[in-house]
């Protein structure tokens, strides 16, 4: 079916129907505004824009897969600030050629991880557009306090949960396949790509446990963000480059640069925060209940320091650039 046959109202409310209201909505999507019942916890916003040509090809990222990811990488920036996710508002440019099942299909995905993350699609906006687009808002609340990127002190504990580097190796071989890999190795790696994992459990543990002094999730890459956390602290850091944690298919795989991938590859959506060196018992303890590597990367340093990665001999490693960056990237890393 044609988005032309059944228009931006016949598809709105096909995008209703298949939606199920949640906690704490008294109107969700049909009405000029959402109406929800208000937190006694302080609000989280946060919204992610995402562009085809930019941020995702549709040759390679199917419609289900994006609407996950849409949704996943907004999890975990609450996720990043110790919060809970509740509400969330799509909007969406559709090139007019796109079948209604392909925008169902993209729900589907939306729908899959939400209902499982406690998250209500409550609105959104719909328009014709050139190339697809989608603009993801979602409130949380932070039950515990947020976490922000600022509260780092020198002499803490820098952690990372999960493993660095696979998203970039499988937006690489998504790109295209290089090497001879084990099929079971190149599922998982464009799997952690596609549908990425964010850490909810792991930050909201952390904020209730005040176990996080600066969080922040992993999204243009390792040294980028903690470059990030540790301008808003004030602070540089020095990572263990071989303390980093890399999964067994990253391992496995016949790479070129493979010291880049987990250092400066972005999207993994992992979490990375630094802890008081006196809290690592306590968070030794809680590892267990958290279902997830949290693996202890480096240190925070004066900010004259900067940020240092220090291979096994204890020597400084160069590094081409921190990550990804907009506006000064050469590489356009979803063209086709
Ligand atoms: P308005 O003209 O007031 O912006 P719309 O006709 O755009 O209203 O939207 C009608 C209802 O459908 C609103 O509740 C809006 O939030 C919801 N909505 C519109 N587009 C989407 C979408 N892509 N996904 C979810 N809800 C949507
Ligand atoms: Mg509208």
């Known amino acids: 079916m044609n988005l032309r046959e059944i228009g931006e109202f016949g ?42 040509g930019v941020h995702f090809n ?23 600030m110790g ?21 169902e299909e993209f729900y589907r995905g939306i729908r899959s991880l939400a209902s499982r993350s406690g998250v209500s699609l409550v609105g959104g906006d719909t328009s014709a557009a050139n190339r697809f687009f989608v603009s993801a808002f979602l409130v ?42 084990r099929q079971t190795d190149v599922r998982f790696l464009t799997t952690r790509h596609r549908r990425p994992t964010a850490r909810l459990r792991v930050g ?39 303390s980093i944690p890399l999964s067994r298919p990253f391992r496995r795989s016949p790479v070129p640069n493979r010291a ?14 630094f802890s008081r060196p006196r809290d690592r018992m306590r968070l030794q303890k809680i590892r267990k209940r958290l279902n997830v590597p949290v693996t202890r990367i480096g240190r925070c340093v004066p900010a004259g320091q900067g940020i240092k990665v220090l291979d096994g001999e204890g020597k400084p490693i160069k590094l081409p650039q921190p990550g990804y960056d907009h506006f000064k990237f050469k590489r356009r890393l979803y063209s086709a």
């Not at 199917?62 to 990043?80: H, M, R």
């Not at 919060?83 to 925008?103: A, E, H, R, T, W």
């Not at 990372?160 to 790109?175: C, N, Y």
């Not at 880049?260 to 925060?273: A, V």
Request: hydrophobic fraction near 45%.
């Open 260 to 273: 880049c991938y987990p250092l400066m590859g972005g999207e993994d959506y992992e979490l990375l925060f």
């Open 140 to 181: 949380g609340h932070a039950p515990f306090g947020p976490v922000s990127r600022s509260g780092a002190k020198v002499g803490d504990d820098l952690y990372v949960t999960g493993t660095l580097g696979d998203s970039s190796l499988g937006l690489d071989l998504l790109r295209k396949s290089r090497g001879r890999h």
């Open 83 to 103: 919060g809970i996710p509740d509400y969330l508002i799509m909007s969406l440019g559709i090139p007019i050629d796109f079948k209604v099942k392909d925008i």
């Open 58 to 80: 549709l040759k390679w990222n199917p419609l289900f897969d994006l609407g996950y990811k849409t949704l996943a990488v907004n999890l975990s920036d609450i996720a990043a």
């Open 204 to 242: 909201t543990l952390l904020a209730k446990e005040k176990l996080a002094r600066a969080m922040i999730d992993v999204s243009d890459g390792l040294v980028q963000d903690l470059a990030h956390i540790c301008k808003a602290s004030g602070t540089g850091a020095i990572i263990w480059q071989d």
């Open 11 to 52: 598809l709105i409310e096909r995008i209703k129907k298949s939606t199920s209201t949640g906690r704490g909505v008294v109107l969700g999507i049909g009405d000029d505004a959402a109406w929800v019942k208000a937190e006694k916890a302080p609000l989280l916003f946060t919204s992610d824009l995402l562009l085809e």
